[in-house]
């Protein structure tokens, strides 16, 4: 696996061209079960092959039943410097019906452990809208979760996923479906329960005080490339080693035996890739943006769609009037982006502006073309950046 790694890395950062990775992120899975010394590898694979600056932000996601002291140490060296810790709850009961590993005082104990390690750089993430759980009991969680941890939280809904044991107790009706309308008071009174606590909300699910924002989270939000290596991995960049100009959507083979065999034989293990047309990228780039508490600036828009502004899609449309004068979503002179309320949602309003985006796109003036004093004509296309970031 080690091995696989470390040479899909090298041929899919040379595919990409790409001069400098500002953030690795282990995720997906429990990496925290992974060697020390195959995160070092992995590492040293990017600074051999790229610019990996110093203060580059090195997450790995860590469960608490496979993180004790001396492997959290073991990662630092390895070259980490930023922990994500999957605590999910503080109730024993809930943590069985998730089919979590570990305890309570486990998860508290690891993240005692971690913020000693990595001080003010140690992220938790809780869940909520449980079946059966209840507003005002998940809430004293959060209060007793926000005397113990450090500067970053993520707040997560469940979502049942078909296959797992809880899915099926709610199939069966052992257990009830969880009710819509608590898992929306449990967000609404968290968000605000952490505001007061100093978090700013700069992401739908994320929180953080002190600056201690996901620089690697928030590239995604801001239609950044990054690099996917590994089983099942999801990446979004152009690859310029096969003289590619569009953005590519690309999927790696799940089934891990299968990946192995695949990079042992290409170099890479990549199953699916999509070439990203002009209208999927901006769609892509509307839908993550509205996302974060600054949304997307005209600048930040112009960059992927240099001749529609957000002026020319929402500027006119009864549907942003609407929600404007709902108090939603606010369209100015700093760009497009929800209001707290609309944060919360964010859903239904997405739904309505992509349906004004296609619109838009669809009707748009055809791109004009400046003749240079050669006589050669030129247009003015997308940018791609030259950052990448691996995943």
């Known amino acids: 696996m080690r091995k696989c790694l470390v040479k899909e890395t090298t041929t899919l950062l040379k595919l990409s061209g790409v001069q400098r990775i500002d953030s690795v992120f282990f995720g997906g899975g429990t990496p925290s079960l992974a060697s020390p010394h195959t995160v070092a590898s992995v590492l040293e694979t990017i600074a051999q092959t790229t610019h990996l600056?110093?203060?580059?932000?090195?997450?790995?996601?860590?469960?608490?039943?496979?993180?004790k002291a001396s492997r959290l140490?073991?990662?630092?060296?390895?070259?980490?410097?930023?922990?994500?810790?999957?605590?999910?709850?503080?109730?024993?009961?809930?943590?069985?019906?998730?089919g979590r590993t570990h305890s309570v005082s486990e998860a508290l104990g690891t993240l005692e452990?971690?913020?000693h390690l990595?001080?003010?750089?140690?992220?938790?993430?809780?869940?909520?809208?449980?079946?059966?759980?209840?507003v005002e009991p998940w809430l004293r969680q959060l209060q007793e979760l926000l005397s113990l941890c450090d500067?970053?939280?993520?707040?997560?809904?469940?979502?049942?996923?078909?296959?797992?044991?809880?899915?099926?107790?709610?199939?069966?009706?052992?257990?009830?479906?969880?009710?819509p309308e608590v898992a929306a008071e449990m967000y609404q009174d968290g968000r605000e329960v952490l505001r007061e606590a100093g978090f700013r909300q700069y992401e739908v699910s994320n929180f953080a005080r002190n600056e201690?924002?996901?620089?690697?989270?928030?590239?995604?939000?801001?239609?950044?490339?990054?690099?996917?290596?590994?089983?099942?991995?999801?990446g979004r960049f152009v690859p310029q080693g096969d003289g590619g100009t569009l953005r590519e959507a690309r999927i790696q083979t799940l089934e891990p035996d299968n990946w192995m065999k695949e990079v042992s034989m290409f170099g890479h293990g990549t199953r699916k890739r999509v070439s990203l047309r002009e209208l999927e990228l901006l769609e892509e780039v509307l839908a993550l943006g509205l996302r974060t508490d600054i949304g997307i600036t005209h600048q930040h828009w112009l960059h992927f769609a240099p001749h529609l502004s957000l002026w020319d899609v929402f500027g006119e449309s009864e549907e942003v009037k609407e929600l404007q004068s709902q108090g939603l979503l606010l369209l100015d002179h700093g760009g497009l982006r929800c209001s707290w309320d609309g944060l919360a949602v964010l859903d239904t309003i997405l739904l309505r502006l992509l349906l004004q985006l296609q619109n838009a796109w669809k009707n748009r003036p055809p791109p004009t073309l400046k003749v240079t004093e050669?006589?050669?004509?030129?247009?003015?296309?997308?940018?791609?950046?030259s950052r990448a970031w691996a995943r």
């Open 53 to 67: 600056p110093a203060k580059a932000e090195i997450t790995l996601e860590a469960n608490p039943t496979s993180s």
């Open 73 to 98: 140490a073991a990662f630092r060296g390895a070259g980490v410097n930023r922990l994500s810790i999957g605590i999910q709850s503080l109730d024993n009961i809930e943590l069985q019906l998730l």
């Open 113 to 115: 452990e971690a913020r």
């Open 118 to 134: 990595y001080p003010g750089r140690t992220s938790v993430d809780l869940m909520f809208g449980l079946p059966a759980q209840q």
């Open 151 to 179: 500067d970053h939280v993520s707040l997560y809904q469940l979502t049942l996923e078909r296959g797992t044991l809880l899915f099926a107790h709610v199939q069966q009706g052992t257990l009830p479906s969880p009710d």
């Open 212 to 234: 201690a924002l996901s620089t690697h989270n928030w590239t995604y939000w801001q239609g950044g490339q990054y690099i996917g290596v590994g089983p099942g991995a999801h």
């Open 374 to 385: 050669s006589g050669a004509a030129s247009q003015r296309g997308v940018h791609a950046s």
